[in-house]
């Protein structure tokens, strides 16, 4: 039987794949291809603190999709109902609220992060991202309603600071830096969302709802995969691989540099992806929100 990683074996991982003191590190991670920890997520979550510092920040995706009618999430879960069905479901679905929403499909390392004393978190309903750490105020407190993942997002801040992007147990489908390269393609296609907020209290006590939409980039990780495979290939002006790679505990890990990256992955698009984002099939229609 394997024993149980320790909080600090698996900082000695991450130090020995190049995690210094005092980065800021955007973090996607699986729990379960890490291996069996002491403690769970605690464990990597006081490996990743103790591999940066007192004054390295994490940072997480805690993205939402259960509030959504425009996710995948969302048409998954509605497929195969009747009308009337899919408006009772859309008129229970949660809204959400950037204190106490748990996101949706990020993982226990995230879910964590989101949870930890002193963290931030951002406000937007389908892309907001956790922080911890000392920038993680400066790095949440902005994230306009229609910049999903882009320049004014927490993401656009991140990349101008020096970001490395750690891939813990998870492959490059998982690489939220990529999306900021797709805002920063020539022309990218535009798409309508549409999600579910709080808003106050009803006169039962009950938290109120209300619908938001908003238009922003078509995000499309789909090839995210195919990029990452190139990127690996890459080397710096030193001759170095751009993407260091190791093991993490019983995972493969990947680190890379995000400000790098997102510039590779611009050229990327501009070469591998067709202008407008796709055929017309691969869009998403408008569904009109309930109400």
Known sequence: ??????????????RALGLRSG????????????GPTAQGAATVVEALRAAVGAEGTIVVPTFTAANSLSSRTHRERVQGMT??????????????????????GMGAVAELVRRTPGARRSTHPQTSLAAVGPLAEAITRDHPLDCLLGEASPLGL???????????????????????????????????YDCVVTDGRQADGQPGRRWLSFEDVALDDRDFGRLGAWLERQRTDTGRGV????RVGAGIARLLPMAHSVDLAVEWFKEHRTAGGGSAGDRIPFIRPPG
Do not use: K, N, W
């Open 158 to 192: 991140l990349y101008r600071l020096g970001t490395r992007v750690l891939l813990l147990g998870v492959g490059f489908e998982s690489c939220t830096a990529f999306h900021l390269g797709e805002y920063r393609s020539p022309d990218p296609p535009v798409r309508r």
């Open 23 to 34: 980065d800021v590190v955007l973090v996607h991670s699986s729990l379960r291809r890490i």
């Open 1 to 14: 039987m394997t024993a149980a990683y320790t909080s600090r074996a698996l900082a000695d991982d991450l």
């Open 243 to 246: 993407v260091r790679r190791g």
């Open 83 to 104: 009308a009337e069905e899919i408006d009772a479901f859309r008129q229970a679905m949660p809204g959400f609220d950037a204190t106490t929403t748990p996101s949706t």
